[in-house]
Structures are given as C-alpha cells and as structure tokens.
C-alpha cells in the first residue's frame, strides 16, 4: 500500500478528530493572548478585558460552533462538548458586548471568572485528547506566531508541554500510588522530603530572588515613565498595569494637549513674523511638545549600561536591541511629522489671511493627530515592556517548578525501590513478555556483506566506512527528532546493499568495538543515540516519553527505542558485557547501560543518606535473563547523583 493511500486512510479515520482540536485550540486563543491561560502563574483572572486589536480572535471562534456540534452530536462524543467551552464564551461575551441594556463592565469579576474556567477546562481536554507533535497543535503555533508574536508562541508552547508532562507524570503512576497504598505512599513522602530538603536552601532564596527582580523591573517602569498606579498592591498584575497606563496615558495627553495650544499660539505669532528662520523655529515649538528622543519623555527606554561582561550579557544585549529599535522608529517618525509640519508653516506663510486662519487650524489638527499617534506608539512600547518582564518571568516560574518537581521525583523514586526486591525499575507499566534477540559482539572491526543480506542500511554520518559512497537520507523523519537532533544522527547515510557486490567495512579507534543487536519480531530494544552506528532496513525509531516513578532513576524522561525486525548497530567505549556473562547480571551503574530491552527489570541498589542521595549515583541491577548491553568502565569525571540527574533533565534525550 503506498504512502499516499495509507495518508488517505488515516486522514479519513482521524480527519473529524484532527478538525475538532484545531477549533478547540483556536478557541483558547484569546486566553494565550491575554496571558490569563497562565493564571497558575501568578496572572490575575478577577477581571476580563477584550483588547481592541484583538477582538478578532473573539469573532472567529463564532463561526465555528455549527462545525463544532456537528462534531460533536455526529459521533456521539457528548464529552467533547467541554473542549468548545470557549466557543460558548465567546459568543456570550459577543453577545454581551452588544447589549445596549448590558455594560460590560458591571460584570467584569464574573466574567472573568468564566473565562478562567471555560479555557482551563478546554486546554485540559486538549492535554488529555490531543498529542504535542500532532497538525492541530503545529498549525496553532504558526497561527499564534503570525497573529501574536514570539514570546506568545514559546510561551505556550513551554507551558502546554509542561502541563502535558504533569499529566503523563499522574497517569503513568497511578498504578504505582494504588499497589504501594496511602499510608506506605505517605510514609515514603515524608522520608523522600527529608532527604531532598536541603536543596530548599536554594529554591527558597531562589524564588525570593526571582519575586523581587520581576517586581523590580515593574517598578523600573513606573518610575521611569509618567504612569501612576491606582492600586500599590496589584500593581504587578497585568490587568491592572493596564487600568494605570489607560489613566495615565490619558493625563499625559491633556498635557499635551495643553502644549499644543501654547505652540499653536507661537506659531501663528511665526506665520505672522514670516521670520527666514522658520524651520528652526516651528523645531523649538515642536520641541516642547515632542522631545527629540523617546528616554527624555520616558527614560524607561534608554539603553542600559551591560557591566562587566558587555557582549556577553546576552538578556542586557537583547533588552538594549528592543529599546534600539523603539528609539530608532521614534526618532523616525518624529522627523517625518516634523518635516510635514515645517511644510505647512511655510505655505501658511506665503496664503492670503483666510488661507493663513485655515492653515493654522489644520495645524493645530495635525498636531492632535500627531500626538494620538505618538500616545498610540507609547502605549504599545511601555505596554509590550511590561509583558517581556511578565514572559520572562512566567518562562522562570516554568521552568523553576519543573526542576523543583522533578528533583523531588527523583529523590522519591530513589527512596521507593532502593533496596527492595519486589519493587522493580523499568519502561513498562507491565512486566509482560517479549521476543528475545541475539547479542553478537563485533571487535573493533566488521563488515555489512551484500551477499549475506538484501536489506538496506541507514549508517550515521559520523562514520566513513570503505566500500561504499555516502548518500544522504532522511529516514523517519518524524521519529526520535530530538535525540536525533542533538546528537547529529538526524541525516544518515542511506547503503543500498544490492546496487553493489562491494562489502562495507567499519574499523573502530582504539579499545572501541562495535555490537550487533538482532531484535526480533516484536521485540523493542531502549538505546542511545550517541552509540549509533547504523541500523537496517525494517527497524522502526520512535521517542518514548516516560515519567513513571519506575524509569525516573535512569535520568532521562525522553527514551529512544528501536522495534524489530531488523539489525541495530552500536559502538561502546571498551570491550562490553552483554547477556550470558557473569557480570552481566551484576549490578552497575546506570552510565554504564548502553541498551536494554523495555521489558527488561532492573533491582535499585543505592546509599539513602542525605550526603549520598545528592553525592553518589545509583546502580541498577537486571532481573532473570533479559538482555542487556553494558559498556566498559572507562575512567572520566565524577558523576554526582541528584546534580547529573538535573544535568540530563535539562536535556531530556
């Protein structure tokens, strides 16, 4: 069957899914945003605002609920009516918006209460139905990039993949909570506790810090520009730093306002003098409406001074490009106003009387003109520097609480199986069965024969073998993406082994040697990328994501897997162990496992003292015969347990 009709077909069986998660996501847009579907952060949800550039996003939703229940009522998925909660809300609020009897504002608190819950609600629908690398969740990125902007996009992005890893993380453990009980569960959270409280002397002062330099940066900008707050204590929420820019913003311009009609006074007294220093002169009235750079109006916006390490200061650097970049725009548009102003002073001063009274009102008109735009630029400036300071801060709260959860995992895990034969670490939530393959080890050197075999191979382009010409490949372009990614095996070298009678001959440096894993029929085998060497037509890559409190204490939460069958090839360090030899059934450390089967049980054994849970790693050691690829102790630098394990969360592949 070719790729096209199996595309058919699957397009056909998951078309009605794939639409209804597009429309639920397009309906959460208003909530990605206003920054209200991060409310767990810290975003205040007592209030609704529908902003006026965006009202947009509000419309579209409306025209989607006939396809939305057709969806719905046509396959009898009742449950899936909360995943269009949105839709609803924003047809009330449209609803609302135009009722002439109904002010919006009097219910501002209930309705921001509802719009909390109708885009939590059907963000979680999406977290359990729907999949990250699914076309629904690509297209809204892309929307959301072009209708928004990037922080919006790595924003949701960060925060749907770390409520999407919560979910996974209760749903793969359930299993594990049930067996072990309530009082056991109990008992091993508080020992777990004790164990991971020290590193409360650096998440505490930590998150102190972090409160402190966002409100800092807050309070940088109500000190810099001319906005006041109303409200000293909620002055941090975004609600309200836009309740005190409108104020603000507002006073300024009767300021202005004020200003112009001082200068318009001043240059009618300049039409009249038809003095020969009219561009000089209409400069200094202007002068004292618009200041020649945007810092003297709101020194918020001049460039910091980056400190000791310059270029280096990479958030210094990009946060004195944005200014830049404002500062440039303001300066441009400014001398364009005032060139077209000058422009209109001197045909003024040339008109008869009647023409000089209607210049000097269209003057006076474009001044107001003129200072709407510049407020309008204002505005967008000082509002889109406090939601950087707000998106920066999210991204940290973000990724704070994801160590925090994480390391605490970590620890628990640890104290749950260390030690006890009858609690096991493994991938699966089953111990069922598999096939069994053949572990052959290769020496530093071997050979792929076209004559023993017709099936083609996918090399890693790190190698050069003899024999053969590269030729680039893209293989499962869609499996195992970021393990491949980073460790450079996303292209492969395609051997087309009956195109030549030529053998293809691999030789290793040093004590390296290669291994030939035969996986079976059914049989998946976990491994790594950075010991690939290649694989045969047949294998089949994917990534699995594992947050089970049984695979936690291997480091990683992203496992790469090969599912037979077909011919995997790997490179270990020095002469490994596999299967069959006494030290294969050892215990050993956890750096040291190359690749194992998913099935495969493995016995914890560590140390639980407060000095060695963070100090000293944990060694794992194989239940019955499964099979198992272990590496060579070759000699580097210390591997120390909790700060390797946050090292590799860092880089889950």
């Known amino acids: 069957m070719s790729n096209f009709t199996l595309s058919k077909l699957r397009l056909k069986k998951e078309g009605p899914t794939i639409l209804f998660l597009f429309i639920v996501l397009i309906g959460i847009l208003p909530a990605v945003e206003d ?5 767990v952060f810290g975003f205040s949800i007592t209030s609704f605002q529908v902003h006026e550039e965006f009202k947009l996003l509000y419309a579209i939703p409306l025209y989607l609920i006939p396809i939305g229940l057709i969806l719905v009522m046509g396959g009898k998925n009742y449950y899936r ?10 047809a009330y609020v449209h609803l609302i918006a135009n009722a002439d009897e109904v002010a919006l504002e009097k219910y501002e608190a209930l309705i921001g209460i509802l719009h909390f819950l109708c885009y939590k609600i059907a963000f979680l629908y999406f977290i359990v139905k729907g999949r990250l690398r699914s076309l629904p969740f690509i297209l809204i990125l892309i929307l959301i990039w072009s209708v928004l902007d990037i922080q919006h996009l790595i924003l949701f992005f960060t925060y749907t993949v770390l409520v999407r890893f919560l979910y996974l993380a209760i749903i793969q453990n359930i299993v594990v909570f049930k067996e072990t009980g309530l009082t056991r569960t109990g008992n091993l959270v508080l020992k777990s506790f004790l164990y991971w409280s020290p590193l409360l002397i650096f998440i505490i002062p930590g998150a102190i810090l972090n409160s402190k330099m966002n409100k800092a940066s807050i309070d940088k900008i109500y000190d810099n520009t001319f906005i006041e707050t109303t409200n000293d204590e909620r002055k941090y929420k975004r609600d309200q730093f836009e309740k005190d820019l409108k104020f603000s913003l507002e006073a300024e311009v009767i300021c202005m306002q004020e200003s112009i009609q001082n200068g318009t006074l001043q240059m009618t007294k300049v039409v009249a003098n038809k003095t020969d220093k009219l561009p000089q002169e209409v400069s200094q009235i202007y002068k004292g409406i618009f200041k020649p750079t945007l810092p003297e109006m709101a020194p918020v916006f001049k460039e910091e001074d980056c400190g000791f390490w310059g270029k280096l200061n990479f958030p210094c650097q990009a946060k004195n490009s944005a200014k830049r970049s404002v500062n440039e725009s303001y300066h441009t548009q400014r001398s364009e106003m005032l060139t077209s102003l000058i422009g209109q002073v001197e045909k003024s001063v040339n008109g008869t009387q009647e023409e000089v009274q209607a210049s000097t009102a269209q003057i006076n008109e474009t001044l107001k003109n003129q200072v709407d735009t510049v407020i309008s630029r204002l505005k967008f400036t000082i509002q889109s520097s406090f939601d950087m300071i707000t998106f920066i801060n999210l991204l940290l709260d973000i990724a704070f609480a994801f160590l925090i959860l994480k390391s605490f995992l970590y620890v628990f895990s640890r104290v749950a199986f ?62 195992a993406i970021l393990a491949r990614v980073f460790t450079r095996n996303y292209a492969m070298n395609k051997v087309v082994m009956n195109s030549k009678p030529e053998e293809v001959h691999f030789k290793a440096m040093g004590s390296h040697e290669f291994v030939e894993w035969e996986i079976k029929e059914g049989e998946e085998v976990v491994f790594h990328f950075k010991n690939f060497v290649g694989m045969s037509d047949g294998i089949k890559i994917a990534a699995v994501v594992s947050l089970r409190l049984t695979s936690l204490l291997f480091g990683r939460v992203i496992f790469t897997t090969a599912k037979g069958p077909g011919k995997l090839i790997l490179l270990t360090k020095g002469e490994p162990i596999t299967t069959g030899q006494t030290e294969a059934n050892t215990s050993i450390a956890t750096s040291r496992i190359l690749a194992w089967q998913k099935n495969t049980r493995f016995n914890v054994e560590s140390e639980l003292n407060l000095v060695d849970v963070f100090m000293s790693g944990i060694y794992l050691k194989k239940k019955d015969d499964d099979l198992i690829l272990i590496d060579a102790d070759v000699k580097g630098p210390a591997k120390n347990g909790i700060i390797r394990f946050i090292k590799n969360f860092i880089l889950p592949v």
Do not use: C
């Open 35 to 39: 920054y209200s579907l991060f409310a």
């Open 81 to 90: 009516i909360l995943g269009l909660l949105p839709v609803f809300f924003a």
């Open 418 to 479: 260390s030690s006890d034969d009858e609690n096991y670490v493994t991938l699966l939530s089953s111990s069922s069965n598999t096939s069994k393959g053949i572990l052959n080890r290769l020496g530093n050197q071997f050979s792929i024969d076209p004559k023993n075999t017709k099936k083609d191979y996918y090399i890693s382009r790190s190698f050069e073998p003899g024999g053969r010409a590269p030729k680039f490949s893209l293989p499962q372009w869609r499996s």
